[in-house]
């Protein structure tokens, strides 16, 4: 599972960040691909029920907290995967497990097993190490690169001065 959750996640960066189209276009193609198969599915399997007792039965509150709390954080994580990369987004959701575990210790007495601070751990470390020694490519300066992204911010600044 986990193999193919990283294929997936890799996958759908080189997708997002090799389209021209924007995030928001991507989901509403998305969505129009996904409408149809839910509506069929709906149909099938619930039809009567719906027709009985409406489409909203059973939604109160929380649900729809929880609706729409899903679906701004399934737009967040496209954008990190566009902007940023399926590495940090991991990484991201690593923390947010971590920062739960501890609110639940801090709220309702929740005790980290061995396994969990392990991984705790493990996940902090790798933090680091990512953070540290960075992937360099093969004939890749960056020492180059920022010396260029520095010329062009100098070049830029004087032409904003002398206009």
């Not at 509403?28 to 909203?56: C, H, K, T």
């Not at 990369?85 to 005790?111: C, E, H, M, P, T």
Request: with cysteine; net charge neutral; aromatic share 16%.
């Amino acid at each position: 599972m986990c193999f193919t959750s990283a294929f997936a996640g890799v996958y759908l960066e080189k997708v997002l960040k090799e389209s021209k189209t924007s995030v928001w276009m991507q989901n509403v193609r998305l969505a129009l691909v996904g409408l149809p198969v839910s509506i069929f599915s709906m149909w099938f399997y619930d039809w009567q029920n719906i027709q009985e007792d409406g489409f909203f039965r059973g939604w109160d509150a929380l649900v729809v907290c929880l609706t729409v709390m899903n679906s701004v954080g399934g737009l967040l994580i496209s954008i990190v995967i566009k902007y940023a990369d399926n590495i940090l987004k991991a990484y991201a959701q690593s923390i947010a497990i971590i920062g739960a575990a501890v609110g639940s210790w801090l709220l309702f007495d929740f005790v980290p097993g061995f396994f969990f601070t392990l991984g705790t751990a493990l996940v902090i470390l790798s933090i680091l190490i990512y953070t540290m020694y960075p992937y360099q490519p093969p004939g890749f300066d960056f020492q180059r690169l920022s010396n260029v992204k520095s010329d062009l911010l100098m070049i830029k600044s004087t032409k904003e001065a002398v206009i």
